[in-house]
């Protein structure tokens, strides 16, 4: 068994840079550090800092993808076109079959995809990322953990944040060592409700404080000189302005899903393409669109993010930082504050503390040689170090 010394990790989704400086965010550790985020959305970000990897490596960029012969979703063009995707026993149908028949345990949302949609789309994730294995053939520290028989303990989205901390505090307590890891989204979702600049942002980084304030206090009596993180996987930026994508193609006419097929994220538009008519009056109305712009292959190659032609789609355009795509599949409505711009995007830029003496260090993508220093990046490899 490989040991580890005692490391406490705080993942607090959408804890950027320019988020932490504005409000005063301080912590009894060193930082913030500023560093950059992945392209895509927390999924991405998350899975890069666990793997070491970009998203076009660790290959789960996004939550869907296109996939128009094995989606999981493909019986639902059985089901009569009267039947709406917002019908609360359509959506519970679809649920029940993605998780008790495909076995999905990520974590996934039917948001508003439209019916003639949703049968050509796939979920490339099917387990949590906070599970070992979640990505077949890429490791993960939790895969790194598991094989070495580290002791671990893991808190995510699935228990109240409250609760994670009292439970964290409990287990430190105990004074065993191991590797415990806690992730919050509490934080992400209060700044796509109220923005950056809101008093009750202010507020909440105020209680952040106090409780890692506490653990690392504990972590402290109880080990010594524990190995202690804390940080974010992207930033937040607020919304500005909104621009409507999906109006202007549908007002092209080409048909779904004989010409092509759409995805519409809150700060991408994606498609897959099976016509060239379709591909060239697509691409012309795209860089006729304000907001945005076509990401290239050249493009994505920079930022580590899948290139034109993946199962993400084969043109992709992302908006620019502080502009919103309305409506969405995600979303019929704005929101304050929003992620998933591009990464060069300062708002994008996250935040990370440590005790460490020294934090060399400029991306998300580093941060898991610093919580496992001795952690390989593998891919298709799951046999141990």
């Not at 008790?100 to 345990?105: A, Q, T």
Request: charged share 25%; hydrophobic share 40%.
């Amino acid at each position: 068994m490989n040991g580890i010394e005692p490391t406490v990790v705080i993942l607090i989704d959408a804890l950027g840079y320019e988020i932490v400086r504005k409000h005063g965010f301080k912590l009894p550790i060193g930082g913030p550090k500023r560093l950059k985020t992945v392209a895509g959305f927390s999924q991405a970000a998350i899975l890069s800092i666990l793997t070491s990897l970009s998203p076009a490596d660790h290959g789960m960029w996004l939550m869907y993808s296109f996939n128009r012969d094995k989606s999981p979703m493909k019986w639902t063009r059985l089901l009569p076109n009267s039947v709406s995707s917002r019908r609360l026993w359509f959506r519970r149908l679809v649920s029940w079959k993605l998780e008790r028949v495909d076995r999905i345990s990520s974590y996934y949302s039917l948001y508003d995809i439209p019916r003639e949609v949703l049968p050509y789309l796939d979920i490339p994730l099917k387990k949590s990322y906070f599970e070992e294995g979640a990505i077949g053939g890429v490791r993960s520290i939790f895969d790194h953990l598991a094989s070495n028989r580290i002791p671990y303990k893991v808190w995510d989205y699935t228990v109240d944040e409250g609760q994670a901390f009292s439970e964290l505090t409990i287990e430190l307590e105990r004074g065993e060592p191991g590797f415990y890891f806690l992730y919050t989204a509490e934080f992400d979702a209060l700044l796509h409700r109220y923005g950056t600049t809101h008093e009750v942002v202010a507020e909440k980084l105020a209680w952040y404080e106090n409780k890692v304030s506490e653990l690392f206090e504990k972590a402290v009596e109880k080990f010594g000189a524990p190995r202690f993180f804390v940080f974010g996987d992207h930033g937040m930026c607020d919304v500005e302005q909104t621009v409507d994508v999906q109006s202007k193609i549908e007002r092209l006419g080409f048909k779904i899903p004989q010409d092509y097929l759409p995805f519409y994220d809150s700060t991408m538009a994606r498609f897959k393409i099976f016509s060239s008519e379709a591909a060239e009056g697509i691409e012309a109305l795209l860089r006729s669109t304000g907001c945005g712009h076509i990401v290239d292959d050249m493009e994505a190659a920079s930022i580590g993010a899948p290139g034109p032609g993946s199962p993400y789609g084969d043109i992709v355009f992302i908006v620019d930082s502080g502009c919103l795509i309305v409506p969405s599949f995600m979303s019929k409505s704005p929101i304050s504050a929003m992620h998933g711009y591009h990464p060069d995007s300062s708002c994008m830029d996250s935040s990370f503390f440590a005790n460490q003496k020294s934090i060399d260090i400029e991306s998300i993508v580093e941060i898991a040689h610093l919580m496992i220093p001795n952690f390989k990046v593998e891919k298709g490899n799951r046999d141990g170090d």
